[in-house]
């Protein structure tokens, strides 16, 4: 952002160094204030909308990361369904392994679910205080750019 105001007041006071060497007219000058109004507006609407899309974008990435979890920990519960309907079934040689892997994967699962909970907790970026101090600085940007125009007649004579 700060890069963004240094870049627009340096475009801003090259041009009007620069023109100072020639004959300029009133006309353009003017024409570059709204050039560089322009150019600020867009600014200002872009870095909000890039506020918006990453507050949308970390939602986004959370839910997202919770759908994965969750599918994992579902698969691992059929998997040890599967494996105590087989451990049921069989003899006590392999019954000891199945309660191995059983027990593993409940760990596994246990350790989704602590992942879970732990993505859950993570609460939503909130850029508003950002948001803030880019209307603060545009407004600042606004008021330099009329500073530098604040002297200039209403129309040319």
């Known amino acids: ?3 963004i105001v240094v ?3 340096t475009v801003v006071s090259l041009s009007t160094f620069t023109s100072c060497k020639s004959g ?3 006309s353009q000058v003017r024409s570059q204030e709204d050039k560089a109004n322009s150019s600020l507006q867009d600014a200002h609407e872009e870095m909000l909308a890039l506020a918006k899309m990453k507050e949308q974008y970390s939602k986004d990435s959370k839910e ?3 759908q994965e979890l969750r599918d994992r920990a579902d698969d691992i519960q059929e998997d040890i369904d599967r494996l105590e309907e087989v451990s049921a079934s069989n003899n006590s040689a392999v019954q000891a ?3 191995t892997s059983i027990s593993s994967l409940k760990n596994d699962k246990a ?10 907790k993570v609460e939503k ?3 508003a205080s950002a948001i803030e101090t880019i209307n603060v600085s545009v407004k600042n940007l606004e008021e330099e750019l ?3 125009t604040a002297n200039l007649p209403a129309e040319e004579k």
């Open 1 to 3: 952002m700060k890069k």
């Open 64 to 66: 997202k990361r919770l």
């Open 97 to 99: 392994n199945v309660k």
């Open 146 to 148: 009329k500073k530098i």
């Open 7 to 9: 870049a627009l007041l």
């Open 125 to 127: 970026e909130n850029w």
């Open 24 to 26: 300029v007219t009133l």
């Open 111 to 120: 350790d989704i679910e602590t992942q879970i909970d732990a993505v859950e």
